[in-house]
């Protein structure tokens, strides 16, 4: 139960220090926790009172309100940071992107907003070089994520080898590298699909993006469910004048933007163009 101190628990951790938690990472990141994260927000961030050796939650959050610096307000917010993706999750999205390739002016400019691990990133790359039928199609790819750890790791690009389980024969042997002694059992995303993702850190709540539109397509999914309405409404507004004219706005299967904001009109299947009435 929320608030109650566990005789198993390494710490004690209240419902204080948790509106305290909900409260700060709403700040620096916009993410609003419910009220069932009690337990997630006490396994993750345990590990960063283990890792300061700091004796309770009380004082870390003094410690993150007060003396903390820029790296531990990072290791802050990338421990409540939820990274869940895998290569081409939610498949129907890539024909439609695939389409568009072909239709609009080159060259062509995607966003991925959460990149996480890379699997998206990565699979909307996968997609340019099958629709031009070359390992240097005329696209290049931003992919941000607030969470520095993953960032690190999509773009080193190495994987277990079930992560690539789905896809095809041709796409593994084309894109993917097999790990040989030592990293038998994982593969590495091959350099030219690299070479066309740069990969950066960006809070969707910070003051400025460092990104340069304008965008033909800008992959959004399954981020504006961690903020509230009010900040969702914000980051799309701002998404806009980062659009091409014909730009596509890819969301999470879930995800609704239409109440946010007549910017945008639904194409179907979670895809948004600009309302340009």
Known sequence: MAGRSSAEREFDFTDHDFTRVRKLIYQV?????????????????????????ISS?????????NEAGADEWEAFTNALTTNLTSFFREHHHFPILAEHMRKVEKPISIWCCASSTGEEPYSLAIT???????LRPPVEIVATDIDTNVLTAAA?????????????????????????????????????????????????L?????????FDAIFC????????????????????????????????????FLYATNAFR?????????NQS
Request: hydrophobic content about 40%.
């Open 29 to 53: 990141a916009g993410i609003s926790l419910s009220d069932s994260k009690h337990e997630m927000v006490y396994s993750r961030l345990a590990r960063r009172l283990r890792m300061t050796g």
């Open 57 to 65: 939650f009380e004082h870390y959050l003094d410690k993150l309100e």
């Open 128 to 134: 340019a070089c099958e629709v031009f039928g070359s």
């Open 156 to 204: 080193a690009g190495i994987y277990n080898h079930d992560r690539i389980e789905k896809l095809t024969m041709e796409q593994k042997k084309k894109f993917f590298l097999r790990g040989k002694g030592r990293q038998e059992g994982l593969v590495r995303v091959r350099d030219d699909l690299r070479k066309l993702i740069t990969f950066k850190p960006l809070n969707l």
């Open 206 to 214: 910070g003051d400025s993006w460092p990104v340069n539109g304008q």
């Open 221 to 256: 999914r399954n981020v504006m469910i961690y903020f509230d309405k009010p900040t969702q409404a914000t980051i799309l507004k701002r998404f806009v004048p980062l659009m091409k004219p014909d730009g596509l706005l890819f969301a999470g299967h879930s995800e609704n």
């Open 266 to 274: 639904l194409l179907g299947k979670t895809v948004y163009a600009l």
